[in-house]
Antibody
């Protein structure tokens, strides 16, 4: 079964850091771009960023609101995706979804994790 | 960034109704548009990709059309399982963007 399972969410104070992880299974992880998408409580979906595959030099792209605070990385040997979040703000409070990106872009997001909740509050 | 504008934001309908949701892009995205369905507390689910291609396993009452800047998602006969939120997404550029969403609720 193709699956993405996020972990690492929780409560953090403004200005703090958090690292989210995503464990992939059931598909060839290294063949795909991987993305993070978030959803603030009661709001819509917001793309956070992307990491490409080895063939594309693991390059990354981020939404404008990230402004150097977040870093996406991956470990293909562990089938894992990461999101390091620093200098967190209250407006970063959201469910963060790990999403399978394309193997041959452009393409839509066909596999989503269940999400992990991040709450930024004092 | 390309802006995606969905309308309406809320839609009241009954079982059996034909429902249409519109998504407009701020510039041409060719056919690089997807539609997702999301139910409360659940992750989004891909319905349509490349503007009009039905994702495997999605009922045929869902259809998508359009190209360039104007797109529509149509549900031919609304079923009880279809009451949910729907989002469009463009994936043509380095910065991917979603529409604001449309909530389909019971009339």
């Amino acid at each position: 079964e193709v699956q993405l399972v996020e972990s690492g969410g929780g409560l953090v104070q403004p200005g703090g850091s958090l690292r989210l992880s995503c464990a992939a299974s059931g598909f060839i992880f290294s063949d795909h771009y991987m993305d993070w998408v978030r959803q603030a409580p009661g709001k819509g979906l917001e793309w956070v960023g992307r990491i490409r595959k080895k063939a594309n030099s693991y390059t990354t792209e981020y939404a404008a609101f990230v402004k150097g605070r977040f870093t996406i990385s991956r470990d293909d040997s562990e089938n894992s995706l990461y999101l390091q979040m620093n200098s967190l703000k209250t407006e970063d409070t959201a469910v963060y979804y790990c999403v399978r990106g394309p193997s041959h872009p452009p393409d839509a997001f066909d596999i989503w994790g269940q999400g992990t909740m991040v709450t930024v509050s004092s | 960034d390309i802006q995606m504008t969905q309308s309406p934001s809320t839609l009241s309908a009954s079982v059996g109704d034909r429902v249409t949701i519109t998504c407009r892009a701020s510039q041409s995205i060719s056919s690089w548009l997807a539609w997702y369905q999301q139910k409360p507390g659940r992750a989004p689910k891909l319905l349509i990709y490349k503007a009009s291609s039905l994702q495997s396993g999605v009922p045929s009452r869902f259809s998508g059309s359009g190209s360039g800047t104007e797109f529509t998602l149509t549900i031919s006969s609304l079923q009880p399982d279809d009451f949910a939120a729907y989002y469009c997404q463009q994936y043509t550029t380095y910065s991917l963007t979603f529409g604001g969403g449309t909530k389909v609720e019971f009339k």
